[in-house]
């Protein structure tokens, strides 16, 4: 199995995210109770149930495989194979619950009593518990030199996060509690998986649409589940709305458009997927369904807002319902290819394909009705009602001229008369389609809408068929597909949830990261002399020593240039700011100051340039971090956009040389200590 590759998107994309690396720590938002007996949690439970029963048949059946190829007794084999013959059985037993599970729909749209089409959501991917405990102690000990027993609280804090958003509700504070573990996982990633080892615990996940676990080392994995979570849990939000009003037809656009935003971002950032709902395929198709779920209800929004009965607005109707009928054809193509059609479920398919059907009859229902119903045009209204009609077809109809065709009632109705035959054949072939499908044919709600949109359509062409025709009805030119409302794909707007660093007391990410190594933590006991304690200082969290004067107190303890204060007197330094440590070091009496230093490894001498911006530093002496800072909040804000991202490596430039600046070169108001 491959491990999850990353690409870097556009860096830019979040650049706002708020990474907070205060205090502050714990999370207030929890996950649903488990044990919760609601329509929902029952099918969830089912789900994890299924689950565990897969993942104990599929280690039977690789048992069972490789004793098979193993053993050369014949009554062995014989055994082996009536063995995986039954698995196998359970296999596929297992496998169609799942997908009755997964085809679930009506658990999850509202309880209105208002008629509409059901909507697809996804199930949540189920994950195991996890144990963080032992291996964050351990390479808190070995890579950071603390402690790891002192952390304990802020291990716990996070394993209770996870659990947490395993269970996360089917509202806004759901999605937040996703969001916020994703971005807690920023830090663990930062803090905890250097690039040339593992931590060593696996993430398992289960696969939404198969039940298939999968696992891996990949910090990577444990994102793109939560992630594609989160654009599940948008999709649930999205089919619970009540889409007879105006409110809820805008949330249910907006949730199933960040639907499709999560689950592009997924297949944009992420390849090499274990598990094959979140492969490129599969993501592809999840994007394009949920594009045709936005489409659908931009249609029924448009219903409710031209409820005026005019030519132009049934026109726009019906190419809006040909525009859904579009969209929801490029999906069942999608789900139709071989390597999806395996693993989609049949019902999805099926319901699918009679949208796609049912959505073209009723284009064709709307254009019949604006030729039938609405009045020939007045001469004021004619070129607008040739302009709109121009644009309707996608190949013009035979027959008579345009503007003959819309003042002659004869010929629109025998127009529209061949748009209802139309309407009639795909209506009666999307309820062919339904009936196809034993768990559609458990949905009532649709049955009850494909039913009164096809006794619609005959009642209309009973009403406008008379009895003296004798002209054979042509053949209705397809509605060509129009939408005022083009459905938008919202990426995961990270900046939306705050979160601290549970592990701020390891220090600032800046040095104290799982990428960088550095020596023992050395205690230096310095003597001021008279001209000080002979360096120079610059930064913050932690404070850099910038400078150290050849002969000096400084240079005869041991300290260097590049040493980092982490503590003065046995307080801890690493988050103080510069003046804070400058005073800490001015209020030492004569017996002098202990002062605690660690030193990265490879980087004994800093920087040319900033050696340089020591130098050309200027001011009082006391504050001189003004350009350190400002290069810090650029690198905090480069390092918080790698959220946005797997586990991107960042490019490490070659150390430049340090040539060395003599003291002499210092300016007059050089910070010196």
Not at 53 to 73: D, P, W
Request: glycine fraction near 6%; aromatic fraction near 8%.
């Amino acid at each position: 199995m491959m491990p999850p590759e990353e690409e870097s998107p556009d860096g830019d994309r979040d650049s706002g995210l708020v990474l907070l690396h205060g205090p502050k720590s714990g999370s207030t938002r929890k996950g649903c109770d488990p044990f919760a007996q609601t329509q929902r949690s029952k099918l969830q439970h089912r789900r994890a149930r299924i689950n565990q029963q897969i993942n104990k048949e599929m280690r039977m059946r690789a048992g069972a495989e490789n004793l098979f190829r193993a053993t050369s007794n014949h009554k062995v084999k014989e055994t082996v194979a009536l063995e995986l013959s039954y698995v196998n059985s359970n296999l596929q037993l297992l496998k169609e619950e799942l997908e009755e599970l997964n085809s679930s729909v009506d658990v999850y749209q509202n309880d209105s009593e208002s008629i509409s089409v059901p909507m697809i959501p996804l199930g949540l991917k189920e994950t195991k518990e996890l144990d963080l405990l032992v291996p964050l102690k351990d390479f808190i000990s070995e890579h950071y030199g603390e402690e790891g027993v002192l952390f304990e609280k802020e291990i716990k804090e996070f394993m209770e996060l996870r659990q947490a958003m395993r269970t996360p509700s089917r509202n806004e504070a759901g999605l937040e509690l996703l969001m916020e573990y994703y971005n807690q996982l920023y830090f663990l990633d930062s803090r905890f998986f250097p690039p040339s080892k593992t931590l060593g615990v696996f993430f398992h996940w289960y696969d939404s649409l198969t039940g298939v676990p999968s696992h891996q080392r990949a910090l990577a994995f444990e994102k793109g589940s939560v992630l594609f979570n989160l654009g599940a849990l948008h999709t649930q939000i999205g089919a619970r709305q009540d889409r007879a009003s105006l409110p809820g037809l805008n949330q249910a656009i907006d949730a199933f458009q960040k639907a499709a935003g999560a689950f592009n971002y997924l297949k944009e950032n992420f390849s090499n997927a274990p598990s094959l709902d979140m492969s490129a395929a599969s993501l592809t198709m999840l994007v394009r369904l949920m594009v045709a779920q936005v489409q659908e209800c931009v249609f029924e929004k448009m219903t409710l807002l031209r409820a005026q009965n005019d030519f132009l607005t049934r026109l726009q109707l019906a190419q809006e319902a040909a525009r859904v009928e579009d969209v929801y054809s490029l999906v069942h193509q999608t789900m139709s290819q071989p390597h999806v059609k395996d693993y989609v479920p049949f019902s999805w398919t099926t319901m699918v394909q009679v949208k796609s059907e049912h959505f073209k009859a009723l284009s064709h229902y709307f254009a019949a009705i604006a030729l039938c119903d609405c009045p020939a045009p007045s001469d004021a209204e004619l070129l607008e009602q040739e302009r709109a009609f121009l644009q309707f077809h996608v190949t013009m109809p035979e027959g008579p001229s345009l503007r003959v065709l819309l003042q002659d009632p004869e010929e629109r109705r025998k127009l529209g008369k061949a748009h209802l035959k139309k309407a009639i054949m795909k209506h009666e072939e999307a309820m062919r389609i339904h009936g196809l499908c034993k768990i559609l044919r458990k949905m009532d709600i649709l049955q009850e809408v494909l039913s009164f949109a096809h006794k619609r359509s005959l009642s209309k062409y009973s009403e406008i068929d008379h009895e003296e025709d004798f002209f054979e009805t042509g053949e209705a030119p397809d509605i060509h597909p129009k939408t005022h409302q083009k459905p938008e794909i919202k990426s995961p707007n990270f900046s939306q949830v705050k979160v601290t660093d549970l592990f701020h007391r390891l220090g600032p990410l800046s040095v104290f990261s799982a990428k960088n190594k550095w020596y023992p933590a050395r205690r230096v006991h310095l003597m001021r002399g008279e001209n000080g304690f002979g360096f120079t200082l610059r930064g913050d969290s932690p404070v850099l020593i910038a400078g150290v004067i050849p002969g000096g107190c400084a240079a005869e303890a041991g300290l260097k240039e590049g040493d980092y204060i982490i503590s003065v007197n046995g307080k801890d330094c690493k988050w103080s700011k510069h003046a804070e440590v400058v005073q800490l070091l001015k209020s030492t009496g004569k017996e002098g100051v202990d002062i605690g230093v660690i030193t990265l490894q490879g980087s004994e001498c800093p920087k040319a340039v900033d050696r340089k911006a020591a130098v050309m530093s200027s001011g009082s002496g006391m504050l001189k971090s003004n350009k350190e800072n400002s290069r810090k909040s650029l690198m905090n804000s480069k390092s918080a956009s790698t959220l946005l991202v797997w586990s991107k490596k960042s490019k490490r430039s070659k150390k430049s040389t340090y040539n060395g600046v003599p003291f002499t070169a210092v300016g007059d108001n050089e910070a010196m200590y």
